[in-house]
């Protein structure tokens, strides 16, 4: 394996030294903080988090990863009265997974405070359990807008409170379509309140879009130009109709340990995850159509090493928190320089360098111009030919997902899965990797030299003295 360290200059990117402690936030807070290893603060959380705890209008523009969930959720932590039962913020996401993340994450900030109750309210589920935990309203509502003006049209969920209205993803909440449901929910809600507004992009409709829900917003931008410096990033000029070929080519010359590939269209992720997994290489695609159920599926492969290739369009993979990406490949070139600069920005985070590929054809060398013009500095292109292609190597990725028929509806919990594993059997914790819990299903990464016995394992019967439908994920 080639070593990414050896093929970088010096990370000469400065450190952010801002640290919470500078901020107007209680003991207990900050100690909740800090035991969540955030020991200071990112570039547009220090930037932001002022403003909002000041009880500004906010517009932030910073790319996916930069840590913007947080600087919301600890700006509406510090002002909820905890003793009112009302809904004093709202955050609108654009999807359900997303909603989750930012669920997931004000939790872990709320430790401090007991008794913080937040809903998730998003579509895909049923609305009967959604009615019964609002009943009594909760602090905080997370949620899609359709399902929100849903609740909000049937009487369940009551804003005359709201505080803090908080737009997250807004670029991609605008390309999924959802500007009238976002304009029906504001013209319901009241108009004296603080409006947040975060995006990864910062297109003409979000400037346009914060014009009409905002007042007077203090407009903070993090650029996403200095990453440059700790990605490597170089172009290949191919002959039309080689791109599957020199993708592979790429592939078994980095040998990136895990990769997002770029495609501009759905059908062609598909296409080109299926010429991939035709020539040995366990790609997933990731794209608007899938199920909810397939794109949990693809997501737990990916980030628990049992696939190592995502194939993405930019509307599919905006948003994820995936960490520890190794390469970002450009199968295709984003028409739009904002947006090459922020698919590469995804690799070579938290002061790991990353590598980014970008494979174009001749007529396709503008995109290329364009590109250098936003950066302002001339981009590296590459002849193919310098790449040794190592035949036959085998890309397999490390681990090999058993998915369980149970989750945590059926009080199935990770220790279950490992216990049963480990307990009586010569397998042993180490050959066992990640394990995610859905409501319905559990999935549980293994190494691939006993992937065979781990299925036998559970297929016995073993967990909780149960059986269950094991099947292996391919
Ligand atoms: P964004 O919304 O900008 O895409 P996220 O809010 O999802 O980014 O944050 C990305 C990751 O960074 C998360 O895993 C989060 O836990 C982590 N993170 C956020 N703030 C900090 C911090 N101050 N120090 C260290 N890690 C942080
Ligand atoms: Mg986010």
């Not at 570039?43 to 913007?68: H, M, N, R, V, Y």
């Not at 090493?305 to 993405?312: D, F, G, N, R, V």
């Not at 010569?426 to 299903?441: A, M, P, R, V």
């Amino acid at each position: 394996m080639l070593s990414c360290a050896t093929l970088f200059e010096a990370n000469t990117e400065p450190v952010t030294t801002a640290n919470f402690s500078s901020l107007p936030l209680r003991t207990e807070e900050l100690a909740n903080i800090q035991s969540l290893g955030y020991l200071t603060m990112t570039p547009i959380q220090a930037q932001s988090l002022p403003t909002i705890l000041e009880g500004k209008d906010l517009l932030a523009q910073a790319k996916t990863g930069s840590g913007k969930t947080a600087a919301f959720a600890i700006g509406l932590l510090h002002k909820l009265e905890i003793t009112t039962y009302k809904v004093q913020a709202m955050i609108l996401c654009p999807t359900r997974e997303l909603a989750d993340q930012v669920t997931n994450e004000i939790r872990r900030l709320a430790r401090s405070i007991s008794n913080t109750k937040i809903v998730t309210l998003c579509g895909g589920k049923s609305m009967a359990p959604q009615l019964a935990s609002m009943e009594h309203q909760p602090h905080i509502i997370v949620g899609t807008p359709g399902r929100i003006l849903k609740h909000m049209d049937k009487g369940s969920l009551k804003l005359n409170d709201l505080k803090i209205l908080v737009l997250d993803e807004a670029d991609r909440m605008l390309d999924m379509g959802f500007h009238e449901e976002i304009m029906r929910v504001i013209k319901m809600v009241p108009h004296k309140r603080q409006t947040l507004l975060f995006s990864a992009t910062y297109p003409n409709e979000i400037k346009k879009i914060s014009n009409a829900i905002q007042i007077n917003p203090i407009d903070v931008r993090i650029e996403s130009l200095h990453d440059d410096k700790k990605i490597r990033q170089i172009f290949y000029e191919i002959i039309p109709g080689e791109r599957t070929k020199t993708l592979i080519t790429l592939l078994r010359h980095y040998q990136p340990e895990s990769s997002l590939v770029f495609c501009n269209t759905k059908q062609q992720c598909q296409d080109l995850a299926s010429e991939l997994r035709q020539q040995d290489f366990h790609a997933l695609a990731l794209h608007g159509d899938l199920e909810q159920r397939d794109r949990d599926q693809v997501l737990v492969q990916f980030s628990n090493k049992s696939c190592s290739i995502l194939i993405a369009t930019d509307v599919a993979a905006r948003g994820l928190d995936i960490k520890e990406l190794h390469a970002v490949i450009n199968f295709e070139l984003s028409p739009d320089p904002e947006i090459h600069i922020h698919r590469i920005g995804r690799t070579g985070r938290a002061d790991k360098e990353g590598m980014a590929l970008s494979i174009f054809i001749r007529s396709e060398k503008f995109r290329v111009e364009a590109i250098e013009k936003y950066k302002k500095s001339p981009v590296k292109i590459n002849k193919l030919a310098s790449l040794s292609i190592k035949k036959n190597i085998k890309f397999y990725p490390k681990m090999v997902t058993l998915c369980i028929n149970a989750g945590r509806k059926d009080k199935m919990r990770a220790g279950d899965i490992l216990g049963a594993l480990t307990g009586n059997t010569e397998l042993t914790g180490d050959q066992i990797g990640k394990i995610d819990i859905f409501d319905k299903l559990a999935y549980v990464a293994v190494e691939h030299a006993i992937s065979r016995k781990a299925l036998e394992v559970l297929s016995e019967g073993k967990i909780k003295g149960r059986m269950f439908k094991i099947r292996r994920l391919r």
